[in-house]
């Protein structure tokens, strides 16, 4: 008899391990890396600071941008910083998740609805910088794409 409550005690401990193991990978891939607070993706244009997406200058030569993502654009369109600007990037998704990458730069994350992704990048050479989706998103996937002015 003492086997069977043996057997039943590993049993459990096995089955407790797997959903502790099954639970805390499902809560990190959950997670983008970055973004850990939360958005009701259905009211993101109600909601600060998300009901203004654009620019502002937080200090010297530092900028914060709020901007969000939808099929498939960026808003706002086509910003201008002076060289060696740093910029905080705030950013969702409207709809499905989206990729943010600044061609030639580390800058790069995953944007998911009901998140909010910080990814900061200072801007050292004057140039355009193309900022791409990649994540497939849909449709226009490949047209999903907007520039960063530095002057
Ligand atoms: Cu948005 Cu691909």
Do not use: R
Request: hydrophobic content about 40%; aromatic content about 10%; proline content about 6%.
């Amino acid at each position: 008899k003492s086997e069977k409550v043996w057997l039943t005690i590993s049993f459990g401990m096995i089955m407790l391990f797997m959903i502790a193991t099954g639970y805390q990978a499902f809560a990190l891939g959950m997670a983008p890396p970055g973004g850990v607070e939360l958005i009701d993706p259905q009211k993101v244009n109600e909601t600060a600071p998300f009901d203004q997406p654009g620019i502002k200058q937080i200090g010297d030569n530092e900028y914060e941008v709020v901007m969000t993502l939808q099929l498939f654009s960026f808003t706002p369109m086509e910003l201008e910083v002076p060289a060696g600007a740093t910029v905080h990037f705030k950013l969702t998704s409207k709809d499905v998740v989206h990729g943010f990458q600044i061609v030639g730069t580390n800058a790069n994350g995953m944007i998911v609805p009901g998140y909010i992704t910080d990814i900061t990048q200072t801007f050292h050479e004057p140039g355009e910088y193309l900022v791409i989706c990649n994540e497939y998103c849909g449709i226009g996937h490949q047209v999903m794409a907007t520039t960063i002015k530095v002057y």
